[in-house]
């Protein structure tokens, strides 16, 4: 019924910048939450930064000062301004979005596909 859609992944040098998108589509009558996520296969998704439906923020250690996620609410979309990358960052990120059904009033937790960020020494 939601679907979210990311986009902006790639291979950079270390210092260099992305920019992730998050599009989310489909029954949504609001947005909570959104937030963006990292993994290496194998391992624990971890928390990369989290942003609510009023613009607060949240961010792991690691990313502050160099990371900065903020979101459309008229287009249901979240984004990861991620500058000064470092080797370390190589993860698949992924975004997830808790979601209000039109169909049932109801909030559920939702995961768009990962999109790879290789950033190179």
């Known amino acids: 019924q939601v679907q979210l859609v990311e986009s902006g992944g790639g291979l950079v040098q270390a210092g260099g910048s992305l920019r992730l998108s998050c599009a989310a589509s489909?029954?949504?009558?609001?947005?909570?939450?959104m937030g963006w996520y990292r993994q290496v296969p194998g391992n624990q998704r971890e928390l990369v930064a989290t942003?609510?439906?009023?613009?607060?923020?949240n961010y792991a250690n690691s990313v502050k000062g160099r990371f900065t996620i903020s979101r459309d609410n008229a287009k249901n979309t979240v984004y990861l301004q991620m500058n000064s990358l470092k080797p370390e960052d190589t993860f698949v990120y992924y975004c997830?979005?808790?979601?209000?059904?039109?169909?049932?009033?109801?909030?559920?937790?939702?995961w768009g596909q990962g999109t790879q960020v290789t950033v190179s020494s």
């Open positions: 997830k979005a808790i979601v209000v059904l039109t169909t049932t009033h109801l909030s559920y937790q939702y």
């Open positions: 489909g029954s949504i009558l609001s947005i909570n939450d």
């Open positions: 942003i609510t439906s009023g613009g607060r923020t």
